[in-house]
């Protein structure tokens, strides 16, 4: 299609969203039903955790994080998993998100897995999270590991974390009763660097001004790269699709349906559950357009290198160490959150950045001043919000919207 | 003491527990002596000593706010961490020459990261990654190990060249049994406690046991011995109390704590605290050829761990519940932060172990300072009296 049509376009989208929602279904959520229904093997894990390994095998698997995300926040279950963690005796302070996944855990509402993964990171409520599912009475007889990622970043630390994880590979197959075949292996991992290639070039086309979609197509595409269907053609192929429509948008010079674009910012932690209550509103009143949040970043993601299988699992906790958005931002130095936080706001040309900095997010909560001091050097305003991202009873979004109006119109951002 | 004897040893502890610096410190340091800080029992005092430091573990004895540190820390922050960070901004801990820290926990870990951008930074400053989880039994701990060993390589080399120094594997060893040597004078204390009547209540153990963090180690130990020997020719205490007590948690700084349970007739027997019990249960071995290794091993399995380290929940549960046994303890007290995610959740598990087991519980989450102590006391008198009764 040569010449773009608006309305067309649109609807591109609209079926790009159905078609993420039909490909979760299949690749990952039909594969859970199965286990729930015929007792196939699945594993429970952090995060972001190898997937290109479980595609590879056939395993169907489930992680804490996305379970307290769907299976609470996202039916509107959040507030109730909160407060009931919070009366079992759990942990106050603990991010809310994990917080609902523990509480489904030890009410006993997750299906029992054959086998538990576990690693070291990416922040202390996860591996809380792991300690609770470790000692869970009713889970006791499951087969776990436990391995350890370094925080340190170089060679080594990489090819530690891989070895360890290699070495786990008789204990999956042994604890799951599925093969792992290096041929298959390879082949999910050549088609998930084509998804990580994708997932970066689609991002980057975020940077034209007017910005051609919103933020959260960033993060959809990071679900279906990493946690739908990571290394399945289908999937490489809907990316394919959202690359060429973003690409077209942008070649139109289109911005956001229904937005003049006024003011370009970045939302530099996870989105919030209740985004549809505050980026619409800053859209309408300021013409304020969020460009980037943390699981749409644009870093480019370490290619896995196949040519043995030393390799591939070397390169994979590579992914996991400096791909991952949690680990990458959370478990890493300050400096590395503000540096890519400076490098978006330069990259993206945003007018301002605001840091959202998420309850749960301790690390976050002791890094404002490193960054603010970075984004003083280099002049662009910048706020520190301090929400939770996932219960808005902690701030809700009317407050959120108005520390961000009062921000830009100090900022003078307003009026433009 | 409790048997009212003050000796002039124990007198040099208290002074040292109850100040950042102390007379001994001082005093290497006047003779020359460089002092590292650091943060965590996971951090190994061997390699400072084998270089010819003074390790000094961080602490933030005497702050009253943390006005300092709250440019750098929210308030979601642990105020463990905030408050010793307004200490060293404050220049309370000038007499650093190095500051160590681990990479335990989201909050405790970004002491480097705020540290080296603060205008007082140490010139020396190191981040020092550490294994977070005991992995399975299967493993045994070998990969944890070997990276551990890779990591206190790396410090080594890099405290080598910093301070011009050498760290030889004979200077290595020495270090070790010095250390090893201050675990086993530091278990016989605690083994005193075991009597019915204890010559040391919570708040002077716990002055002895940060006094070893703080003061040169030949000294400590001399000291130390001295002490014991003071106390094995002490005749019992003739207070009587009402419960014997376990406390678990981070550390416990602050002696008015421990006054809140001994107020109330208890009395803190044996803990498992990041200054106490937890640090001695254990020694290094002191002929492995390798003694890196050695020292990565120890503090990659042999010592009781706290919640940062995953995994480790079990073996608290058998270590908590074997000190209960050995020091007949009627009730457990849990004690921590409100901000910290790895105790709390531990604390909740710990919960129904100790339900299980039979083993009064109590869980109470605090502030560092004692702004809470009306609140607190009447929880440990409640617990106290429902489990001992009223003296």
Redesign the interface.
Known sequence: MNTVNNEAVVDVYTQLKLDFAALTAKSFQARLNKFVENKTPIVACNDDFFPELFTAMELPYYFSVRQGLEGAFHIGKGPEAVDGYSE????????SLQKAA?YLLMKGMLPKPIAIL???TS???Q??????M??Y?PWADVP?????????KDE??MA?LG??WM?CIP?IEKATGRKLDLDRLRDVCEESNKQCGLMFDFQELRRAAPSPIRADWGFIAYMTARWAACGRPEATAWLQRLYDATAQRVKAGLGIDGVKEKIRYAWFDILPCWSDKLFPRLEETFGAVNLMDLYGFNAPWPVIDTSSLESIFTSLAKRFLIGNPMTRQ?FA???VYGNDAVNIAKDFKCDAMIMP?H?G???G??????VK?MFREIGIPFLVV?CDVFDERYMSPDVVFEKISTFFETAGLTGR | MGSGAKSSVFEKFLKAAGDITNPSLQAFKDNGGKVIGYYCPFIPEELFIAGGFLPFRMRGTGSQDTNLADAYFDSLNCCFVRHTFNQLLSGKYRFLDGLVIGTGCDHLRRIYDNAKHAAHQTAFIHLLDHPRTMGTPEMNGEPMITYYRSQLARLKEKMENHFDIEITVPRLKSAIKLCNETRRLQKRLYDLRKSANPLLNGVETAAIMMAGASMPREEYNQNLRTLLGELDNSSASGKKYSARLMVVGPAIEDPSFYSLIDDHGGIVVIDDLCFGARTVQNVIDEEAPDPLRSIAKYHVLDMPFCPKINGAHVHRVSFIKNMVDQFRVDGVIAQGYVACDPWGTSFALLKESMKEAGIPYLRVDRDYLPSQSGQLGTRMQAFIEMIGGSI
């Open positions: 079992l005796g759990g942990s106050s302070s603990l991010c523990a576990m690693t070291s922040c202390d409520a591996t809380a999270v792991n300690e609770l470790s000692n009475q776990r590991i436990s391995v350890d990622a370094s925080f340190e080594a630390s530690y070895r360890q070495d204990f959370i130095l300050s400096s900095s309850v997010h301790k690390d909560s002791a890094s404002h001043k490193i001091d301090g």
